[in-house]
């Protein structure tokens, strides 16, 4: 009994260590978000002077709004195209949905650097034949939605098909033997059937739009700031005190929504 | 022939979208490293194989074999430690079982520039720990923290574990723990029943795990830019130094062309042992980044 008892602690001992591990940076972060001190390092008292600062500068309001923006229409976007992508791969046999099913499924697998650099690529030298034609587009906001576009659609895809997979294809055929047409199977059987995976697909692009650097920095114009980005660029000269108020912003808005999706996951069971 | 109309209008939208943005930039990879650079920082006319001799620099050999060896560390201990947590978040009660995967999924939900950022202030050398490290004697005064091959592995490896556990943790699950019972009953010891028992019954989401850890950290670039030194760069890292400092984009091709081969060529030799193992790998493939953020 005793041997069993030992061998049963040690999942528990990795497992608390892990949590600290997991923890101790972000509980640093925090209690650094009210030092008075400028560089942290040293405790210089308690100050709220860095929220202060937080709500007050311009250049992270326009970062944020700029981040909201390519994250909306990326959504938007990737969300109707991912779910087309997933309702053709469910229905469709044969050759093309297999090539297709290829194209969705491999940017999975891509690391963020290749796929930034990649697109980057693509701009380049369509910038480089429109200049010869006299078209002239230049690297922005609109290259970047499109790279959003691009890596969100295949999330959105994946979790819709999942959810299309799991559901009785015999309410399908009832409706047909009821003399439903496509359209009517469509709005009326299938849709509210994905509406939350959707839903899920959606929130998961967003997600997803919001927390990219990698790809943006590559396809992005010289002025182009999304909030990653200008979190980095003053990660570069240090480790500048106001980032550490953000983090916490960010910290309290991530609990928050993982805590509603889990309560919202705990209803429906 | 309706119907066969409708699926094609329908799948048009996604694939073109994704032959344009994704296959067409992936191709222009492997063919822009046969180009010239040109002087302003663009892509010159004609062909050459400039670039690809400018690859024997001495120095790639080296940076290829840390990325590897950092990818594989990284993953590997991930792996390690996710099985013990996923064995023990599949026995637990219920109710504990939430708030522990609720602590798991926060920091990886968190943005990820908050989270490198939060290693730097953690292993600042003015900060609270590395202060605490040197008044317990464990490191001597001059010892830094940041900004070397140490900080990059724990950085990666604080990024992908959840990738790791979340997988292992889906299929420990589901695994039904009264058959360790029965082993041990039957005379195994515990861990002889650990060895035979469980992980033969979860080494397909280990296989997932692998495949979802190992590629990003082939192609990490921003934390070995942000926290490591100048001897800890990995292949990511020359690449986003080909395109924004010496504004060399046949070169950065070149290294790209590099990496995507590094990282399809575990991919496939996965994907060659699952038929040989006769998986379902659509099913499988489902498991991972569905998971991961539920």
């Known amino acids: 009994m005793k041997k069993c008892n030992r061998s049963s602690r040690f999942p528990m001992i990795v497992t608390i260590i892990t949590l600290i591990f997991l923890y101790a940076p972000l509980v640093v972060v925090s209690i650094s978000s009210f030092n008075n001190s400028k560089y942290g390092g040293a405790w210089r008292g308690f100050s709220f002077r860095w929220y202060e600062k937080l709500f007050t500068d311009a250049t992270i309001w326009e970062a944020l709004v700029n981040t909201l923006f390519v994250a909306l229409i990326a959504t938007f976007f990737s969300t109707l195209l991912g779910t087309l992508a997933a309702l053709a791969l469910y229905r469709g046999k044969g050759k093309l949905q297999l090539f297709h099913y290829a194209l969705v499924y491999s940017p999975l697998v891509v690391p963020d650097i290749l796929m930034g650099i990649s697109l980057l690529l693509l701009f380049v030298t369509t910038i480089g034949i429109g200049a010869k034609i006299g078209l002239s587009f230049e690297l922005g906001m609109t290259t970047i939605i499109i790279a959003h576009i691009t890596f969100c659609l295949s999330y959105v895809t994946m979790v819709v098909l999942g959810r299309l997979q799991d559901f009785d294809h015999s309410l399908i055929e009832a409706a047909q033997d009821l003399g439903a047409n496509a359209l009517q199977i469509f709005f009326k059987v299938t849709l509210p059937i994905i509406a939350p995976a959707i839903i899920a697909g959606a929130l998961f692009a967003f997600t997803l739009s919001i927390d990219d650097f990698v790809i943006t920095f590559f396809v992005k114009g010289a002025g182009d700031t999304t909030l990653p980005i200008y979190i980095q660029s003053a990660m570069r000269r240090g480790t500048p005190a106001v980032i550490n108020a953000l983090s916490v912003v960010f910290l309290i808005l991530t609990f928050i929504l993982v805590f509603t999706s889990q309560k919202l996951l705990e209803k429906k069971k | ?294």
């Not at chain 2, 379902?280 to 493939?285: F, Q, T, V």
Request: with cysteine; hydrophobic share 55%; charged share 15%.
């Open chain 2, 1 to 294: 022939m309706k119907s066969f109309k409708n699926q094609f209008l329908i799948t048009m939208p996604s694939f073109l979208w994704l032959v344009i943005f994704y296959a067409l930039p992936v191709f222009i990879v492997f063919l822009l490293a046969f180009k010239p650079v040109d002087p302003y920082g663009g892509i010159g006319g004609g062909w050459s194989l400039a670039t690809l001799r400018n690859l024997s620099d001495p120095s790639y050999p080296v940076i290829i074999w840390r990325t590897v060896w950092l990818g594989v560390v990284s993953t590997a201990v991930s792996i390690i430690i996710a099985i013990p947590i996923a064995y023990h978040l599949a026995k637990m009660s219920s109710r504990l079982r939430n708030i522990v995967l609720m602590l798991i999924i926060v920091p990886f939900w968190t943005n990820f520039l908050i989270r490198i950022f939060a290693w730097k202030v953690f292993l600042n050398p003015e900060g609270f720990f590395r202060r605490s490290l040197v008044y317990i004697g464990l490191i001597p005064e001059e010892t830094m923290l940041l900004y070397n091959q140490w900080a990059v592995l724990a950085v990666m490896i604080y990024t992908y574990l959840p990738y790791a556990i979340l997988p292992i943790y889906a299929a420990a699950e589901k695994f039904d723990f009264a058959l360790l019972d029965a082993a041990k009953d039957l005379g195994a010891g515990s861990f002889t029943a650990f060895r035979k028992v469980f992980l033969p019954s979860i080494s397909k989401s280990i296989g997932v795990a692998v495949m979802v850890v190992l590629i990003p950290a082939l192609g990490a670039y921003l934390i070995p830019d942000l926290v490591g030194g100048p001897t800890s760069e990995m292949i990511g890292d020359k690449i986003a130094q080909s395109v924004f400092t010496e504004r060399n984009l046949p070169h950065a091709s070149a290294l790209s062309a590099i990496l995507m081969i590094t990282v399809f060529l575990p991919l496939l030799l996965l994907m060659f042992f699952r038929k040989i193992c006769n998986n379902n790998g659509a099913e499988s493939e489902k498991v991972p980044r569905i998971g991961v953020k539920k």
